[in-house]
């Protein structure tokens, strides 16, 4: 089986020409990319999901969680976020608020998973940049779900159109035999979803690791890995172009966050 598709870069601007690598579209004219983008600050962390770490019996887990969640969240979620009782709504809303769940955190900005991948400051270790092309994933998907992204003229799924094609995650698995992968853009829970251009990936089968899917799909994806030594370089400058805790989590932890690593003399 082939591996993944590792580019290890050797300065800032060999990394900004990977990250913006293959974003020309020339019916358009424009530079309009066509990737997720995940950052994590050790190259050898695996794709798990926060449900897969928590273990045991993942399938029986998944069900009660999201089952609490709803019963006990209900009274305080967000303000017309939850005016739908749909699934997929409580699974954004739970992921946002750290609940173990089947989704992963993506974004459309390269930086912030720039940010992601330099947040921790002990770089000692390598970091890594997925890219995903969406476009590619989504030709795998099942007939309802591509049908729907071709009547919407869209690249990625949102909650309304999952609800459409599947309200419960156990009909969401069955609509294919095989394994597959959905992009999504979540509400507008707050501020954070917002800056962060986020999206999720969900997987049909909630034992699923992306690593081992994507590494049957290797054309789908690459990989960026940013030597420790880069990683002071890279996160100095995201700070001075404003990606930074302050930002992507508004309010005064992210601004403690952001002051504490500002402030940090370099090791």
């Known amino acids: 089986m082939p591996g ?15 990250l913006y690598e293959g974003t020309w579209n020339p019916k358009l004219g424009r530079f309009r990319g066509r990737v997720a983008f995940r950052g994590l600050s050790d190259a050898s962390y695996v794709l798990h999901t926060s449900l897969q770490r ?25 303000p017309g976020v939850i005016s739908q009782d749909s699934v997929w709504n409580w699974l954004c809303l739970g992921q946002h608020f750290g609940l173990a769940t089947r989704l ?5 900005s390269p930086y912030v998973a720039l940010h992601f991948a330099t947040a921790n400051v002990e770089f000692g270790v390598d970091g890594v940049v997925w890219c995903v092309d969406y476009t590619e994933v989504h030709k795998m998907l ?34 294919s035999r095989r394994a597959f992968v959905a ?18 990936s969900v997987a049909s089968d909630p034992l699923m690791v992306f690593d081992d899917w994507l590494l049957k799909h290797p054309r789908v994806h690459r990989r960026i890995i940013i030597p420790a030594a880069l990683k002071w370089e890279v996160r100095d400058k995201l700070d001075q172009a404003n990606v930074n805790d302050r930002v992507l989590f508004p309010g005064l932890g992210g601004l403690a966050t952001w002051l504490n690593r500002h402030y940090q003399p370099k090791r």
């Open 54 to 78: 928590l273990g045991g019996n993942i399938r029986v887990l998944e069900h009660h969680l999201l089952r609490n969640w709803r019963k006990y969240a209900f009274r305080s979620s967000l």
């Open 104 to 108: 992963l955190d993506w974004t459309f």
């Open 183 to 200: 992009f999504f853009e979540p509400p507008s829970l707050d501020e954070r979803v917002i800056n962060q251009y986020a999206l999720f």
């Open 4 to 18: 993944h598709r590792d580019v290890r870069v050797s300065s800032w601007d060999e990394l900004n020409r990977r």
């Open 142 to 175: 099942p007939s309802a779900l591509k049908a729907w992204l071709v009547r919407s003229g869209a690249n990625v799924l949102t909650n309304e159109s999952l609800l459409s094609v599947a309200q419960t995650l156990p009909a969401f698995d069955r609509l």
